[in-house]
Protein backbone atom coordinates (compact mmCIF):
# COMPACT_ATOMS: atom_id res chain seq x y z
CA UNK A 1 0.00 0.00 0.00
CA UNK A 2 1.31 3.45 -0.90
CA UNK A 3 -0.19 6.48 0.45
CA UNK A 4 0.62 10.18 -0.60
CA UNK A 5 -0.55 12.67 2.25
CA UNK A 6 -0.50 16.32 1.29
CA UNK A 7 0.48 19.51 4.17
CA UNK A 8 0.23 22.99 3.29
CA UNK A 9 -2.92 24.70 1.68
CA UNK A 10 -4.71 27.64 3.33
CA UNK A 11 -6.05 31.11 1.98
CA UNK A 12 -3.81 33.61 1.29
CA UNK A 13 -3.89 37.41 -0.46
CA UNK A 14 -3.00 37.81 -3.69
CA UNK A 15 0.94 38.61 -3.80
CA UNK A 16 1.41 36.33 -0.78
CA UNK A 17 3.34 33.00 -0.34
CA UNK A 18 2.34 29.50 0.83
CA UNK A 19 4.54 26.10 0.75
CA UNK A 20 3.08 22.49 -0.04
CA UNK A 21 4.70 19.23 0.96
CA UNK A 22 3.63 15.96 0.21
CA UNK A 23 5.18 13.09 1.72
CA UNK A 24 5.08 9.00 0.31
CA UNK A 25 4.87 6.29 2.29
CA UNK A 26 4.21 2.60 2.16
CA UNK A 27 6.34 -0.04 0.08
CA UNK A 28 8.32 1.46 -1.99
CA UNK A 29 11.71 0.78 -3.88
CA UNK A 30 11.84 4.18 -5.81
CA UNK A 31 10.15 7.09 -7.08
CA UNK A 32 10.60 8.13 -10.47
CA UNK A 33 8.50 11.73 -10.29
CA UNK A 34 7.27 13.72 -8.21
CA UNK A 35 4.99 16.72 -9.11
CA UNK A 36 2.13 18.72 -8.28
CA UNK A 37 -1.51 19.39 -10.26
CA UNK A 38 -4.51 21.29 -9.49
CA UNK A 39 -8.10 21.59 -10.53
CA UNK A 40 -10.17 24.82 -10.27
CA UNK A 41 -13.62 24.48 -10.14
CA UNK A 42 -15.35 23.83 -13.53
CA UNK A 43 -11.87 23.21 -14.81
CA UNK A 44 -9.87 19.89 -15.84
CA UNK A 45 -6.86 18.64 -13.58
CA UNK A 46 -3.60 20.22 -14.92
CA UNK A 47 0.10 19.65 -14.69
CA UNK A 48 1.44 22.45 -12.60
CA UNK A 49 5.62 21.09 -11.75
CA UNK A 50 7.23 17.77 -11.61
CA UNK A 51 10.43 16.86 -10.72
CA UNK A 52 12.21 13.37 -12.17
CA UNK A 53 14.60 11.34 -10.29
CA UNK A 54 17.66 12.73 -12.58
CA UNK A 55 16.77 16.17 -10.60
CA UNK A 56 14.93 17.59 -14.28
CA UNK A 57 11.92 20.19 -13.38
CA UNK A 58 8.80 21.21 -15.66
CA UNK A 59 6.70 23.55 -14.78
CA UNK A 60 3.10 24.97 -16.25
CA UNK A 61 4.30 28.38 -18.17
CA UNK A 62 1.40 30.12 -15.88
CA UNK A 63 3.34 29.39 -13.13
CA UNK A 64 7.12 29.39 -14.37
CA UNK A 65 9.05 32.35 -12.25
CA UNK A 66 6.59 32.32 -9.32
CA UNK A 67 6.61 28.18 -8.47
CA UNK A 68 9.78 26.01 -7.06
CA UNK A 69 9.50 22.62 -6.84
CA UNK A 70 12.11 20.38 -4.98
CA UNK A 71 12.87 17.03 -3.53
CA UNK A 72 14.33 14.79 -0.56
CA UNK A 73 14.58 12.01 -1.63
CA UNK A 74 15.40 10.07 1.72
CA UNK A 75 11.94 11.13 3.09
CA UNK A 76 10.46 10.28 0.09
CA UNK A 77 8.50 14.33 0.25
CA UNK A 78 8.11 16.58 -2.70
CA UNK A 79 7.52 20.51 -1.78
CA UNK A 80 5.90 23.13 -4.34
CA UNK A 81 7.27 26.72 -3.11
CA UNK A 82 4.39 28.90 -4.69
CA UNK A 83 5.28 33.02 -4.27
CA UNK A 84 3.30 35.73 -5.56
CA UNK A 85 0.12 33.78 -5.99
CA UNK A 86 -2.51 35.40 -8.03
CA UNK A 87 -6.55 34.63 -7.55
CA UNK A 88 -6.22 32.25 -10.78
CA UNK A 89 -3.67 29.76 -8.62
CA UNK A 90 -7.03 28.83 -6.38
CA UNK A 91 -7.55 25.38 -6.94
CA UNK A 92 -7.15 21.91 -4.91
CA UNK A 93 -3.53 20.73 -5.25
CA UNK A 94 -2.97 17.32 -5.74
CA UNK A 95 0.40 15.30 -5.43
CA UNK A 96 0.73 12.65 -7.64
CA UNK A 97 4.18 10.01 -7.63
CA UNK A 98 5.12 7.22 -10.72
CA UNK A 99 6.94 4.77 -8.32
CA UNK A 100 8.16 1.08 -8.40
CA UNK A 101 6.56 -0.84 -5.38
CA UNK A 102 8.67 -3.88 -3.46
CA UNK A 103 5.71 -6.17 -4.24
CA UNK A 104 4.55 -5.55 -7.46
CA UNK A 105 6.67 -5.19 -10.87
CA UNK A 106 6.72 -1.76 -13.34
CA UNK A 107 5.80 1.30 -11.91
CA UNK A 108 2.36 2.77 -10.95
CA UNK A 109 1.08 5.89 -10.60
CA UNK A 110 -0.61 7.34 -6.80
CA UNK A 111 -2.48 10.60 -5.91
CA UNK A 112 -2.76 12.48 -2.74
CA UNK A 113 -6.45 13.24 -1.64
CA UNK A 114 -5.44 17.03 -2.27
CA UNK A 115 -5.77 19.94 -0.17
CA UNK A 116 -7.09 23.27 -1.02
CA UNK A 117 -5.44 26.24 -2.29
CA UNK A 118 -7.22 30.02 -1.81
CA UNK A 119 -6.01 33.08 -3.18
CA UNK A 120 -7.75 36.29 -2.40
CA UNK A 121 -7.98 39.12 -4.50
Known amino acids: QVQLVEFGGGLVQAGGSLRLSCEAS????????MGWYRQAPGKQRELVAVSTSDGSTNYADSVKGRFTISRDGAKNTVYLQMNSLKPEDTAVYYC???????????????WGQGTQVTVSS
Open 96 to 110: NAVLRRYTLSGYSEH
Open 26 to 33: GSIFSINV
